[in-house]
Nanobody, 115 residues
Framework: QVRLVESGGGLVQAGGSLTLSCAAS????????MAWFRQAPGKEREFVAR????????YYADSVKGRFTISRDNAKNTVYLQMNGLKPEDTAVYYC????????WGQGTQVTVSS
C-alpha cells in the first residue's frame, strides 16, 4: 500500500508558476516510477509527466513539454511538478500516481489558471 498526498495547488494568473508536491508513505517510494495526471471539468484524466524510480529519466505530454518539470527526492519520499508559463487550459485537478502492477493515486489538488 502506498499513500499519496498532493499539495501546492491554487489560483494563479496566466504566465505564472506553481510547484506541486506529492508526499508518499507506506511501501518503498524509491521502487516506484511516479507520474502526474490531470483532469479538467468534463474531460477524461490525462497524462502529464512521468519520472523513473531513480529519477534518471523523465517523459512529458506534448502539451506541457518545455513548461513543466517533474522531479523527485527519494530521501524525502516526495515527487514534484514545477509548472511554469501556466495557461488557462492547464486548469484541472492534478493527481500524482505511483506506477506499478497496481497503480496508486492521491486525492488530487486543484490548479486554476486565470486569463
Amino acid at each position: 500500500q502506498v499513500r499519496l498526498v498532493e499539495s501546492g495547488g491554487g489560483l494563479v494568473q496566466a504566465g505564472g508558476s506553481l510547484t506541486l508536491s506529492c508526499a508518499a508513505s507506506g511501501r518503498t517510494f524509491s521502487a516506484y516510477a511516479m507520474a502526474w495526471f490531470r483532469q479538467a471539468p468534463g474531460k477524461e484524466r490525462e497524462f502529464v509527466a512521468r519520472i523513473s524510480s531513480t529519477g534518471g529519466s523523465t517523459y512529458y505530454a506534448d502539451s506541457v513539454k518545455g513548461r513543466f518539470t517533474i522531479s523527485r527526492d527519494n530521501a524525502k519520499n516526495t515527487v514534484y511538478l514545477q509548472m511554469n508559463g501556466l495557461k488557462p487550459e492547464d486548469t484541472a485537478v492534478y493527481y500524482c500516481s505511483a506506477r506499478a502492477a497496481v497503480n496508486y493515486w492521491g486525492q488530487g489538488t486543484q490548479v486554476t489558471v486565470s486569463s
